[in-house]
């Protein structure tokens, strides 16, 4: 602050040395100024700017010791003083014979020294600036390290831009008219071709316009420093991300962060929101409403207590449950995360998980263990009937050929009534392919059809496995007996079978009515063979049907009602 000379009267008691004419240069010094006392202790008399930089009255300060005004040293050649309303201020303090000169110091000069310039070095950060009249790059030492060009004055706009691409020589200059017409500061990265050597490197660059007072632009100052291992980490990072992602989405896996101070989440892709059935829009989840509202009622006792464990025990939580979708229906979904710490033994602040919906797999898992349980019980029924098979047949064949006729073709019988099943996927057999299939060897035409001595007719019947092969065995029993000793056994004889479905049960009722006419006339047996028991018992117990026969002189007929059981869609393996 300039005090005018006008403004203060000349005191008497000021030494001779400092009276016109020097004293106008003391009353009107920019700086403040002092005259200290013989000892050098304590202020005689002090200039208005003086005054003005402390706070105090001109008059106030004679008499002052310097020890009360001295707070300390801040750095080389700045002293802390205090104002007298308590208020701290750098000075730089300059002593000349007995006159003391004390000037207040700027802020970012008070906190500049070497070391500070030692510590951008070690922060790897280098000095520049760019002066836009000589059209020179002033590097520091660090600077010049980086770009591998000597440091000074060395480098030119033209010999930078030839360290880049044409493609990023282009995005640099557009950010430095951007700030420029803007007058802001810029921070960019960029690519180029350090100096000398022509390694690839990136650079982080932080950099000021400079302006003349008159608002002029003249150049612009910054900092720089070699990012390249930075980048090159966080490109790596990224592509892992990238990679993580496309495998949690090829895998169908959710991922989400749980943040539990908050009672928050954070869902990392689509198909968190494709899984809960929610719309972006809706947001996600918190723990009270995934538990309390989503989560079924009879699984959140083991969630809660999978969490808990997960906590206290510091492992992987991995639970399943069932939830509700924002459409209404149920799901079932596999759960696995871990629980991340700010710090060694410090409780967890959040849980980083995936999500999969595997209510398709459960299913398909359940229906596999039925299907085995199943093919376990038809086996079982399987052998029991060949092992019947075997032993009635034994019984009533009279010799090992008739033996191994009947034998044979009762097998056989079997084996195709489990192949129409097999190609069925194990569900059903058609009833009109079953008799096509015994009865075509007896009255098939020269394509292989069913000329006029057999009419089948009836509407298309699925008759689920379970009653497939005894009906398919009955099939066979009535055929035989018919080449045999019925209407198949001569030249005139005609098969009649025709089938209907009555309302009943869960399916309805078959009802089955087989005929014979135009054979040798028909008696009772006199005993009961195979396919009489097969008949009448296996019908009946398997099959749960009434079985009618008449062995009318004119030919032998048989009527049959049976119930049709429900299909058990879950033992369907296409389903």
């Known amino acids: 602050m300039r005090v005018g000379a006008g403004a203060h009267e000349p005191r008497q008691d000021v030494p001779q040395e400092v009276r016109d004419p020097h004293r106008a240069a003391f009353e009107d010094a920019p700086v403040g100024l002092a005259i200290l006392t013989p000892d050098g202790a304590a202020i005689r008399d002090a200039n208005a700017c003086l005054a003005d930089l402390l706070g105090y009255a001109r008059e106030a300060l004679a008499g002052t010791s310097l020890a009360t005004l001295r707070e300390g040293a801040a750095s080389e050649g700045i002293e802390i003083w205090r104002r007298r309303d308590g208020a701290l201020l750098d000075v730089r303090v300059r002593v000349n014979g007995g006159v003391l000169a004390v000037e207040a110091v700027d802020a970012d000069e008070a906190v500049r020294a070497e070391q500070n310039r030692d510590a951008l070095t070690a922060a790897g950060l280098g000095e520049w600036r760019w002066d836009l009249g000589s059209g020179r790059i002033g590097l520091s030492r660090r600077a010049a390290q980086i770009l591998g060009h000597p440091p000074g004055r060395s480098l030119t706009w033209p010999d930078l831009r030839g360290m880049f691409s044409e493609g990023e020589a282009r995005r640099v200059r557009r950010v430095l008219r951007r700030a420029f017409a803007r007058g802001r500061h810029y921070t960019l990265e960029c690519r180029l071709a350090r100096g000398g050597d022509g390694r690839s490197i990136v650079v982080g660059v ?3 316009p400079v302006r003349a007072p008159d608002g002029t632009l003249t150049g612009t100052v910054g900092v720089l420093q070699d990012v390249t291992t930075r980048v090159e980490a966080r490109d790596a990072l990224l592509g892992r991300e990238q990679r993580l992602r496309v495998a949690t989405t090829l895998a169908d896996l959710g991922i989400f962060e749980w943040h539990m101070l908050e009672d928050s989440a954070t869902w990392e892709n689509e198909r968190m929101f494709e899984i809960f059935g929610r719309d972006p829009a809706e ?3 918190g723990k009270t409403e995934f538990l309390y509202e989503i989560l079924h009622p009879d699984d959140r006792a083991e969630v809660r207590a999978a969490i808990s464990r997960a906590l206290k025990e510091d492992e992987i939580l991995r639970v399943s449950g069932r939830i509700r979708r924002g459409d209404g229906a149920w ?3 596999d759960m696995a995360g871990r629980f991340e710490r700010d710090a060694p033994n410090r409780l967890p602040r959040r ?7 595997v209510t398709d797999r459960r299913y398909a898992e359940e229906r596999r263990t039925l299907l085995i349980r199943e093919l376990h019980h038809r086996v079982k029924n399987t052998l029991a009937t060949v092992q019947a098979i075997v032993g009635s047949t034994a019984r009533t064949a009279s010799s090992i050929e ?3 006729e009947a034998f044979v073709g009762r097998i056989k019988s079997l084996a195709h009534t489990h192949s129409v099943l097999t190609e069925a996927t194990w569900q059903t057999a058609d009833l009109r392919a ?9 009255a098939g035409d020269a394509q292989g059809g069913l000329d006029g001595r057999v009419s089948l007719e009836g509407p298309t019947v699925a008759l689920p496995s379970e009653i497939a092969v005894p009906i398919g065995m009955a099939i066979h029993e009535l055929t035989t007996n018919a080449a045999k000793y019925g209407a198949l056994s001569n030249r005139t004889g005609h098969v009649d079978a025709r089938w209907s479905v009555e309302p009943g049960g869960p399916q309805g009722v078959l009802h089955f009515a087989w005929r014979e006419s135009g054979g040798p006339p028909v008696a009772p047996p006199r005993r009961q063979g195979f396919g009489s028991r097969l008949l009448q018992r296996v019908l009946s117990t398997q099959v749960e049907a009434e079985v009618v026969t008449d062995y009318a002189k004119e030919g032998f007929s048989l009527t049959m009602r049976a119930p049709l059981p429900a299909r058990d869609e879950s033992l369907n393996p296409l389903a």
């Open 283 to 285: 947001g996600t989840l």
């Open 331 to 333: 799901r079932t979904i």
């Open 434 to 442: 079953l008799l096509a299939n015994e009865l075509r060897p007896y």
């Open 206 to 208: 932080r950099g000021e």
């Open 402 to 404: 008739a033996f191994y």
């Open 351 to 357: 849980l980083i998980g995936v999500v999969a919906d």
